[in-house]
C-alpha cells in the first residue's frame, strides 16, 4: 500500500472520530443552549406583560374611570392590555403562546384548563415557587412551557374583583355577577404562562449544528488536502526521485547527476547523504575498473 | 313694610338685569360660540367673562367649558343653546358658594357640581335638575328630554309649560330618567343605548378646571351685530318664568324696522310683548 494512501487512510479515521465527538457535544450543548435561549425570551416576555399591566393599571385606568361610568373599556383591564400586546408580539414570534390562566375570571376565556389550574394550585401549595418550567403534550405536539405566579398584591385589583357591588357597573352589566369575585388580597389567581413547541428549540439548535458541522467537514477536507499536497510536494515525489537515482547508480550509470539540494529539511539531509553515497561508489566502481 | 316683604320675595324670581355681575368664565372653546349679551352678539372667546343674562350658543361641531363663580364646571356640546338665567350670591355661610340657574334650550349639558358649589339648577323645556354635588348630563330637544346622573345625586323634577318647576324625585348615581311629551317621565338604571350613542363622546371624560389659566385682564367679546328677531326668536318664546325681562332687554330693538316688522308678526306667539309694540 502506497505511503499517501496510508497517510490518508489514517488521516481520514482521526478525522472521523474528531467529527463525531465533536458532533455529539456541539449537538448537547446546542439543545440546551436553545433550550435556554427560548427560556430567556419568555422570561422577558413574561416581564414585558407585567411591565404592561402595571402601566394600564396605574397610568390607564385612572384615565378612564369616567368613560367607565357609560361603557366598560376593556383597555382599563391589565389583563387585556397584556393580552393585547402579546398578540402584536405573536406577530415577530409567531411560535410563542400567552396566556394569564385564572382559576376564577371574569372574561371565561381567561379561566385555568386543567394542567394550567394544577400549576396555579402548585403555585398555592408553594408560595415560594417563582418559577415552573415544564414539557407537556398537546396535539399540535410536545411544548415547552414557563409559568408564573400572579398575586392579588394591590387593593387596588379589588375594586373590580371582590364584590359585585364594588364593581364597575358596566362591568357587571358585560360580564355578569357570576365570575371574577371574591378574590382576596395576596391570594395567587393566576399563572402567566408562556409556552413555545419544543420543535422550536430542536428546531433552532438544528439548524446550528448543521452549520458547524458543514464547516467543520469543510476545515477537515481542506486539512487533507493541504496535508496530501504537501506530503506529495516535500516527501513522496523527492523519496520517488531518489530512488529512481538510486536504481540508475546500482545498473552501473556513473553518468547521473547530483540530487538537486533545497532547503534544510529531512529531505534535504537525505538528499546530501545519497548524493555523497553516489559519488563514493561511482568512484568505487571507476577503480575497480581501472 | 309688606309691600318691602313683596319686592323681596319677586326679586327671587326676576333675574337681576344688566347688573354686569361676572357669573364665570369661557375655559375651553372648540369651534365658534355666539354670545347674546343686552341686545348685541358677540362672538366669545376663551377667557371671557360671563354675565348674568347672557345667551351662549355653540356652533354645529363646537365644544365650550364655562367654569361659574362658586359654582359648577359646566360643557356644552355641539349646538347648544343655554342661558346664564339667575345668579345669586347666596349659599352656603363663609363658603362663598353660589346658587345659580342655567337654562339649556337645546343641546347637551354636562355640569359637575363639587363640595365648594352650592345648589345649581340645570333647566330644560321638559325636565330639571338640581344638583350639589353630582356630575349630571342633560339632553335637551323638542322630542325629549333625558338626564343621566353620572355620579353624586340630584333632584330631578318636570318642567311645566310656564317653565315652573314640578315636584322632584331624588335621583342617585347612574340613575337615567327620561321624559318624552304625551308620556310620564321614566327612569332607569343606566343611561340608555340611545342616549349613549348619541352623547358628545368628550362628555364620557372628566370636566377639569381651566380657570388658572385665566388669572389676568379678561379679554372682551368682540362685538358682531345688533341681536335679529331671527336670532332671538326661540329665546322669545321660552316658558314665561325665563324670560321675565326680555321685553325691557330687548325693546330697544323695537327701533329697528325689520326688527318690529318680524316681532308684529309673530306677536301672538309673546303676547308680552303686545304693550311694548302698541302702547297706547
Request: net charge positive; charged share 20%; proline share 5%.
Amino acid at each position: 500500500m502506497k505511503l499517501l494512501l496510508k497517510f490518508n487512510l489514517v488521516l481520514c479515521i482521526v478525522f472521523a472520530v474528531g467529527l463525531l465527538a465533536a458532533g455529539y457535544v456541539c449537538n448537547r450543548l446546542l439543545q440546551q443552549n436553545a433550550r435556554a435561549e427560548i427560556m430567556e425570551n419568555a422570561r422577558i416576555m413574561i416581564e414585558a406583560a407585567m411591565a404592561v399591566r402595571t402601566y394600564t393599571a396605574t397610568q390607564i385606568k385612572p384615565l378612564l374611570e369616567t368613560q367607565m361610568k357609560y361603557t366598560f373599556l376593556p383597555q382599563s383591564v391589565p389583563a387585556y392590555s397584556a393580552n393585547s400586546y402579546f398578540t402584536q408580539l405573536q406577530k415577530k414570534f409567531p411560535d410563542y403562546a400567552y396566556k394569564e390562566a385564572t382559576l376564577n375570571p371574569t372574561n371565561p376565556i381567561n379561566r385555568a384548563t386543567d394542567w394550567e389550574a394544577d400549576l396555579v394550585e402548585e403555585f398555592r401549595k408553594s408560595r415560594d415557587k417563582k418559577e415552573i418550567i415544564g414539557e407537556r403534550d398537546t396535539p399540535n405536539g410536545r411544548m415547552l412551557y414557563i409559568a408564573r405566579p400572579m398575586t392579588v398584591s394591590s387593593p387596588a385589583c379589588l375594586s373590580c374583583h371582590d364584590t359585585a357591588e364594588d364593581a364597575p357597573q358596566t362591568m357587571v352589566e358585560r360580564y355578569g355577577t357570576a365570575n371574577g369575585f371574591g378574590w382576596k388580597l395576596n391570594d395567587i389567581v393566576t399563572a402567566q404562562i408562556v409556552s413555545v413547541p419544543t420543535q422550536l428549540a430542536a428546531q433552532r439548535a438544528k439548524n446550528m449544528f448543521k452549520a458547524f458541522m458543514i464547516s467543520l467537514a469543510a476545515v477537515f477536507g481542506i486539512l487533507l488536502i493541504a496535508t496530501n499536497a504537501l506530503l506529495i510536494l516535500m516527501v513522496i515525489r523527492p523519496v520517488n526521485q531518489l530512488s529512481s537515482m538510486a536504481s540508475s547508480v546500482s545498473l552501473g550509470n556513473s553518468e547521473i547527476s547530483e540530487f538537486p539540494l533545497k532547503g534544510k529539511d529531512e529531505i534535504a539531509e537525505l538528499s546530501h547523504s545519497f548524493n555523497r553515497m553516489a559519488r563514493s561508489l561511482i568512484e568505487a566502481m571507476k577503480m575497480l575498473r581501472t | 313694610m309688606r309691600l318691602l316683604a313683596v319686592a323681596l320675595a319677586l326679586a327671587w324670581l326676576v333675574p337681576a338685569a344688566a347688573t354686569a355681575q361676572d357669573a364665570g368664565t369661557i375655559t375651553f372653546l372648540e369651534g365658534s360660540l355666539r354670545m347674546i349679551r343686552g341686545t348685541t352678539v358677540f362672538q366669545g372667546a376663551e377667557g371671557v367673562r360671563l354675565k348674568q343674562g347672557d345667551i351662549v350658543e355653540n356652533s354645529d361641531k363646537g365644544f365650550v367649558q364655562l367654569e361659574f363663580i362658586g359654582g359648577p364646571i359646566v360643557v356644552l356640546g355641539p349646538s347648544s343653546r343655554a342661558y346664564v338665567f339667575r345668579l345669586s350670591a347666596r349659599g352656603n355661610s363663609g363658603s362663598g358658594a353660589a346658587e345659580g340657574e342655567l337654562v339649556l334650550l337645546s343641546g347637551w349639558l354636562k355640569a359637575l357640581s363639587g363640595a365648594h358649589t352650592g345648589p345649581y339648577r340645570f333647566a330644560s323645556p321638559l325636565l330639571t335638575a338640581t344638583t350639589r354635588d353630582g356630575t349630571i348630563v342633560i339632553h335637551s330637544s323638542e322630542s325629549g328630554c333625558d338626564v343621566f346622573i353620572e355620579s353624586g345625586s340630584a333632584a330631578i323634577a318636570d318642567t311645566s309649560g310656564g317653565g315652573n318647576v314640578g315636584k322632584s324625585t331624588n335621583g342617585a348615581t347612574r340613575q337615567f330618567f327620561s321624559y318624552r311629551p304625551g308620556k310620564a317621565r321614566s327612569s332607569s338604571s343606566g343611561p340608555s343605548a340611545t342616549f349613549l350613542n348619541a352623547m358628545p363622546l368628550a362628555f364620557r371624560d372628566d370636566l377639569p378646571s381651566r380657570l388658572s389659566r385665566f388669572t389676568g385682564k379678561p379679554p372682551e367679546p368682540k362685538a358682531l351685530h345688533a341681536v335679529s328677531y331671527a336670532e332671538i326668536r326661540a329665546w322669545l318664546a321660552m316658558p314665561v318664568q325665563w324670560r321675565k325681562g326680555f321685553v325691557e332687554r330687548f325693546e330697544p330693538r323695537l327701533g329697528d324696522p325689520e326688527f318690529r316688522k318680524q316681532l308684529e308678526a309673530h306677536v301672538a306667539e309673546y303676547p308680552d310683548w303686545e304693550p311694548a309694540l302698541h302702547p297706547n
